[in-house]
C-alpha cells in the first residue's frame, strides 16, 4: 500500500531568510519570499506568491492567500529607510493581492491590523493605518494613510478613504463610498463624497444590541442628523441621553470620545 505523500510545511521553492522568526507550524506555499525581518506566530498559513518583508510581525492562525504583498515600504517621498514596523494580529483573513504597507517616522511607525478581521481581495491599508478588530473590508476598499477603522466597521467595495480619516466603530460604508471625513460610530454612509443615510441598525442587532440601546443609537443619529444641530449641541444632545439611556452608557462614552476628537477643519460625513 502507498503510503500517502506528506507536503512540507515551507514548499521548497519558498525563499525563507534565515534570519526570519516562524514558528513550526506555519505554512508557506510555492514562491513566496519571506524577508529577514518577518516574524510570524503559530498556526499562520501563506499562500503562493507572496510577498512579506520589512519588520513584519504577523500573530497567530491567520489566513493569508496567494499574491499578497506585505511590509513594503511606504508609498511616502518622505520616507527614508526607517525601521518601522507592519503589525497583523490573531485570525485574520487577507485575500488575494492586498498590499498593507510599513507605518512612517512621521506617525506612530506602525501600520496595525487587529484581530479576526475578513480582509477580501485588492484592499491596500497605507502607511500608520489603524484598523481594529472584527472588521470586514470588501474586495477594492483603499485606505489612505494615517485612516483609522474602529471595531466592527464594515466597508463596501470600492470604497475609498482619504488620508486621516477616521472611522467609528460599528459604521458601515455602501458600495463605492467616497470619504472626506470623519465616520461617527454606528453611522451607514454612501456616496461620492458619502453623506449619512441611516444607522446600522441591522448589524448593532446581530451583535446583540439591547431594544435601549438601540433606542439611544436612534437618538444620537436624531441628534447628529434630523434636528439641525451644530456638531457642539448635538455632543450636548448627546451627553444628556445617559439619563434617559442608563443600559446605553458605554455607547454613548463611544460616540463622546469619537465626536471630541473630530478635527473642525474635516467635520463628520453629513
Partial sequence: MTKPQTVPR??????????AELDSSV?????TVIGPHVRVDAGT??????????????????????FNSLG????????????????????NTVREFC??????????GVTRLGDDNWIMAYVHLAHD??????????NNSQLAGHVHVGDWVILGGFTVVHQFVRLGAHSM???????????????????????????NFEGLRRRGFSADRLACVKA??????RDNLGLTEARERIAALAGIHPEAAADIALMQGFLEAVDPGRGIVR
Fill in 10 to 19: 515551507i514548499h521548497p521553492t519558498a525563499i525563507v531568510d534565515p534570519q
Fill in 27 to 31: 505554512s508557506v506555499g510555492p514562491y
Fill in 45 to 66: 498559513t501563506i499562500g503562493a506568491h507572496c510577498v512579506l518583508e520589512g519588520h513584519t510581525t504577523i500573530g497567530r492562525d491567520n489566513r493569508i492567500f496567494q
Fill in 72 to 91: 513594503a515600504i511606504p508609498q511616502d517621498k518622505k520616507y527614508a529607510g526607517e525601521p518601522c514596523e507592519l503589525v497583523i494580529g490573531a485570525r
Fill in 99 to 108: 498590499t498593507f504597507n510599513i507605518g512612517s517616522p512621521g506617525d506612530a
Fill in 129 to 138: 493605518c489603524q484598523v481594529g478588530d472584527h472588521t470586514i473590508f470588501a
Fill in 173 to 199: 460604508t455602501a458600495m463605492c463610498a467616497l470619504l472626506f471625513a470623519d465616520l461617527p460610530p454606528f453611522v451607514m454612509c454612501q456616496g461620492q463624497p458619502a453623506s449619512a443615510r441611516s444607522m
Fill in 220 to 225: 444620537m443619529h436624531k441628534a447628529l442628523y
